[in-house]
């Protein structure tokens, strides 16, 4: 029996209705990898940004540590430093005063150290957990400075405290303790420590500059 003209239009209108649902589909499908792809493109997006702030912050932090050692180094100490009630009427520190009023000039001196450091170990952890374990490392040089720093000022103090060993400290010892307390700068030969600084500063330089830069 020959199709009638309606039986075809049912079957026209049958592969009608599967090409808009096959063309639907595949919309579906097409939109879903380009949203796919847009929202992948958008996390490493989201991720570079996230890297590059941090790597700023590290470094940032850094840099203020390393302006730390600079403040608590400084060869000189000034008037305003000492307590106005150790000083005699001509503005200098009274010699019964000399380990007291030292000893108050380095403490002040040292929050500055311990608000810098403070923010770095903070920092330096969010890095660990954006970066992994492996460059947990890259502090341990300045953690190191810092310690040696700190333990040369206690030494001077103790030694003012008692001036009588003080008087018997070798002279060797007395420059190598000069080349850690004072910064003179990394291009003098009597400051063996300033390079150390900058050394441990740059282990965080190689580390940080590249996702600054390729951000950048």
């Not at 890297?51 to 400084?74: G, N």
Request: hydrophobic letters at 35%; one cysteine or more.
């Amino acid at each position: 029996m020959e199709p009638t003209a309606q039986t075809s239009l049912v079957n026209i209108g049958t592969w009608v209705t599967a090409g808009k649902d096959i063309l639907v589909g595949l919309s579906a499908v097409v939109a879903a990898f380009f949203a796919y792809r847009g929202l992948s493109a958008w996390r490493k997006e989201l991720k570079g940004k996230s890297e590059y702030q941090l790597a700023k912050d590290v470094l940032k932090s850094v840099y203020k540590v390393r302006e730390a050692f600079k403040h608590v180094r400084h060869i000189a100490i000034y008037q305003y430093e000492y307590p106005e009630d150790m000083l005699d009427h001509h503005g200098h520190l009274k010699k019964e005063n000399d380990y007291k009023g030292t000893a108050h000039v380095y403490e002040n001196r040292w929050k500055k150290m311990d608000e810098a450091f403070g923010e770095l170990e903070e920092h330096h952890l969010d890095a660990q957990v954006e970066w992994g374990p492996k460059f947990q490392d890259k502090i341990v040089k300045l953690r190191s400075c810092r310690s040696e720093l700190l333990v040369t000022i206690q030494q001077m103090l103790e030694r003012k405290k008692n001036p009588r060993e003080e008087a018997l400290s070798k002279v060797k010892e007395a420059a190598e303790e000069r080349s850690v307390l004072y910064h003179i700068g990394s291009d003098s030969k009597h400051d063996k420590f300033t390079p150390q600084i900058e050394e441990s500063i740059d282990e965080f330089e190689k580390w940080l500059r590249p996702h600054i830069q390729h951000k950048g």
